[in-house]
């Protein structure tokens, strides 16, 4: 890899003139431009919890409710690795609110959605929205603050990027349980206006954001069709083999291995066409360049920790521990609190210490909480969960923060708009692999244990004789006869041995999760020292 301007990059990165705050407070534009990220990610959740909901509302199977996260994430995947080129070319401010008006439109078409087939159409819709929103957010907070002051901005967008999957699930059930899936969506829709308000009304379009567009479109717009046609299909098809290969039995379907030798064509073709084009679609070059290329990877670690915890911990409260929706997400939110207030001061620790250790430090108290919960046991209380979240929370930051900071270190202006989409794409694309772990883990060791603990469930086996005998004469005592106490016994020891299987299984994931945060440490080692005095040089 190769650095980025060394030495002198970091004083060419940011001036006064690009700032997109215009004569506003660049902190009351970074709450802004938060609030539709925060409705972004909230979504995702929040659909997520509402699946059976909206299966049973729309008289269709589970399995094929599942589309509608599905079509959603496709959606989104192909948007956000052109977004960075799209805001070039529209202009950032205008951009954004195109996003922002089309995901909230979209979302009201979701809450009248009267098939499963609209509501698919809608959703892809929505995922285009919402895909270039992130982007144009962090693109909008690296040029409104100096270098020295990122961190606290990003602390404030990562609130909403953080916290929303933590209250998306109680969020999401309390609203099924209590009113209609409906209101999922349509939440969104008071949310996105106030959002196009104040965006509209607060931020500027930087005057060198405006001068590199004439630039670019002085000889007329020359569009790299190959390229998006390639990143379309490919990150498309990529979206669809992680989020449905468990569900089809991965390569064993003829479909998912379609899809996947699609997708790596795709990607491997897109990537020496772009090497090779004058004006390329996406800047793949960033990838190779040292910094940007280590926060890259740390971003995909963070975002496949964040997103896989927040599915599996609630999945396992929910299928094992009987717990309903709602109380599963709130074994959550002590943690979204925690994270709340860990931001703002990562923020400003990020201006005292260096980034790379900092990450360190997150990554291994995501390894620990990840190691916590390998202690799981089948009276796990409320309080263990909770804890093992909080954890979790307090290491969050110290990651998703320096990461996303580091990763504009030494950047020029007019690549910003690209970094922030492959910055984006590797969080977003980090989850959907972090997913695809930890249920193909699961699926896997629940096969492996069943095959181990059934060895010892046969007759000849004494324990299982003496189980049997003690839970029959606990039933007989219940008033079951003595043929209904046996047949329940032997129910009964199925139950436990199942929910044995199942929690040996959980505990594989999160030593899983667990790998991929110790594999974190040493990549947080090959960032730059980033020198202070040099990000704070005049332009």
Not at 20 to 27: D, F, I, L, S
Not at 244 to 269: H, K
Not at 321 to 347: D, E, H, R
Not at 409 to 419: H, S
Request: glycine share 10%; hydrophobic share 50%; aromatic share 10%.
């Amino acid at each position: 890899m190769t650095d980025l301007a060394e030495g002198g990059g970091a004083s060419r990165g940011w001036s006064p003139e690009r700032s997109a705050a215009g004569g506003h407070n660049p902190y009351l534009i970074a709450f802004v431009v938060s609030i539709a990220t925060f409705m972004e990610v909230l979504d995702t959740t929040i659909a997520n919890v509402a699946l059976r909901y909206i299966a049973g509302g729309l008289a269709v199977g589970l399995d094929e409710s599942t589309y509608i996260v599905t079509s959603y994430l496709v959606a989104n995947a192909i948007v956000l690795s052109i977004s960075g080129w799209l805001s070039t070319v529209i202009g950032r401010k205008r951009f954004y609110m195109i996003c922002v008006a089309t995901f909230t439109f979209a979302s009201l078409l979701c809450g009248f959605a009267w098939s499963l087939q609209a509501l698919v159409l809608f959703r892809i819709l929505q995922g285009l929205g919402g895909g270039g929103m992130a982007t144009s957010e962090q693109a909008i907070l690296a040029d409104s603050f100096p270098p020295e002051k990122r961190g606290q901005a990003f602390a404030i967008y990562g609130i909403a990027v953080v916290v929303a999957p933590v209250i998306g699930p109680t969020l999401g059930g309390w609203i099924s349980d209590t009113y209609s899936w409906h209101w999922v969506f349509l939440i969104n829709v008071p949310m996105g206006l106030i959002s196009l308000f104040l965006v509209g009304t607060l931020v500027s379009e930087p005057s060198g954001a405006e001068e590199e567009r004439r630039e670019l479109l002085k000889n007329g717009l020359r569009v790299d069709y190959i390229g998006f046609l390639l990143i379309a299909a490919g990150l498309g098809s990529l979206e669809f083999v992680l989020d449905e290969g468990q569900r089809n039995d991965w390569f064993g379907s003829s479909m998912i291995l379609g899809f996947a030798l699609t997708s790596a064509f795709c990607l491997v073709t897109f990537v020496v066409w772009e090497l090779i084009h004058d004006d390329p679609i996406v800047d793949i070059r960033l990838l190779g360049q040292r910094q940007f290329g280590c926060c890259f990877l740390l971003m995909l670690g963070t975002g496949a920790i964040v997103i896989a915890t927040t599915q599996i911990l609630p999945q396992f409260l929910q299928t094992d521990m009987g717990y309903t929706a709602m109380l599963a997400g709130l074994a959550l939110s002590p943690g979204g609190l925690v994270t709340m207030v860990m931001m703002p001061i990562t923020g400003q620790l990020i201006g005292m210490v260096q980034p790379k250790y900092l990450i360190m430090a997150g990554a291994t108290i995501a390894a620990l909480s990840m190691w916590h919960l390998t202690g799981l046991t089948g009276d796990v209380s409320y309080g263990y969960a909770a804890m093992a979240r909080i954890y979790l929370a307090v290491g969050l930051p110290l990651l998703f923060l320096p990461v996303t900071t580091a990763s504009y270190e030494g950047m020029p202006p007019e690549k910003t708009n690209q970094a922030s989409a492959l910055i984006n794409v590797a969080r977003n694309l980090g989850g959907s692999m972090g997913v695809a772990l930890a249920q193909t883990l699961f699926a896997q060791r629940q096969q492996f244990h069943q095959s181990r603990l059934v060895e010892h469930i046969a007759p000849s086996d004494i324990g299982y004789q003496q189980t049997v005998d003690a839970m029959t004469r606990f039933f007989e005592a219940q008033g079951s006869n003595a043929s209904d106490a046996a047949g329940q016994a032997i129910a009964w020891v199925g139950q436990t041995l199942q929910h044995q299987i199942d929690l040996l299984a959980y505990i594989d994931v999160f030593w899983a999760l667990a790998m991929v945060g110790v594999a974190m440490i040493p990549t947080a080692l090959i960032l730059r020292r980033v020198d202070p005095s040099a990000a704070r040089a005049p332009h």
